[in-house]
């Protein structure tokens, strides 16, 4: 039983290993995209292709419940009519631990079609997404905390994490109180 105590501590620890990274991480980059949500006047759009397009639906989720327009898009739909719910003002987030992905980088690409910012989260700030990005949010590099070094784990919870600080820096600018918090939660 020990045993599996001290690996459930030692994933637990490779994750708060990356949050810490990422936390000495965060830069002017940062700032740009929390302000570029704040000031946007249409939707926030996340996508992400496997893991991340979980991780990216909970991110519109905590952005729509504090007051900032969003919803998530699957890459492979956008390519498939989806791409019509984007306007011109809005901004498309695209989270890739890769930025490789053909499924992310073609609808990345299609963004450019509108007049759109584009913000990317990946761990690889010379990928083609970062590159094809306005602003790039580089999480450096991480190692899954998977014993395997494979399975999102480490990567994932970054991307939260930063999707969290990104959501809540926004609650902050546009000084949202309790009062407006449950004006959005009528269920409770």
Not at 34 to 39: D, E, T
Not at 147 to 163: E, F
């Amino acid at each position: 039983m020990k045993s599996i105590i001290e690996v459930g501590n030692r994933i637990i620890k490779r994750e708060i290993d990356a949050l810490t990274q990422l936390s000495n991480s965060l830069d002017e980059n940062f700032a740009q995209a929390v302000n570029a949500i704040f000031k946007c006047k249409g939707n926030v759009i996340l996508s992400g292709i496997g893991k991340p397009c979980f991780i990216a639906q909970k991110i519109s989720a905590s952005m729509a419940s504090t007051g900032t327009p969003s919803i998530t898009i699957h890459p492979v739909d956008a390519l498939h009519g989806d791409i019509g719910r984007i306007r011109n003002g809005d901004i498309v987030i695209l989270l890739s631990n890769s930025g490789a992905s053909r499924e992310i980088i073609e609808f990345a690409k299609a963004t450019m079609e509108f007049d759109v910012t584009l913000i990317a989260i990946t761990c690889r700030k010379d990928s083609s997404l970062a590159e094809t990005s306005h602003i790039c949010l580089d999480l450096g590099p991480l190692t899954e905390a998977c014993p395997l070094g494979v399975a999102p784990s480490t990567t994932s919870t970054a991307m939260l994490a930063l999707g969290d600080a990104s959501t809540f820096a926004v609650l902050e600018l546009k000084a949202i109180n309790i009062y407006d918090f449950s004006r959005l939660h009528p269920g409770g």
